[in-house]
């Protein structure tokens, strides 16, 4: 369950609320991998999520990331705008601007 590119891919194409969501996202993939019920309550899936063997939130959003660079078609409407705020930030804390 490492590479979860895969997954994200197949969602995000099922699913569009999910190109600007990661929580949603997120949680379609536990979903998906049987992880979590639908029903349950948010305490009770992250009190448990080491013994589940929950996968890393950053490692969805990093294979949503990866899905969008490579297919266009998959981003979502917020896709511009985190990519300006991402070179907004890329210019204020860079060591060479100063």
Do not use: C, H, W
Request: hydrophobic share 30%.
């Amino acid at each position: 369950m490492k590479n979860y590119y895969d997954t994200v891919k197949q969602i995000l194409i099922e699913k569009a609320a999910a190109r600007d969501d990661d929580m949603y996202l997120y949680a379609l993939v536990l979903y998906k991998f049987k992880l979590i019920d639908p029903n349950e309550t948010f305490y009770r899936v992250m009190t448990s999520a080491k013994t589940r063997g929950l996968p890393s939130y950053e490692s969805v959003s990093r294979a949503r990331r990866k899905v969008q660079e490579q297919e266009p078609e998959l981003r979502g409407a917020k896709y511009k705008e985190r990519k300006k705020e991402e070179e907004e930030y890329r210019g204020f804390y860079s060591p060479f601007n100063k």
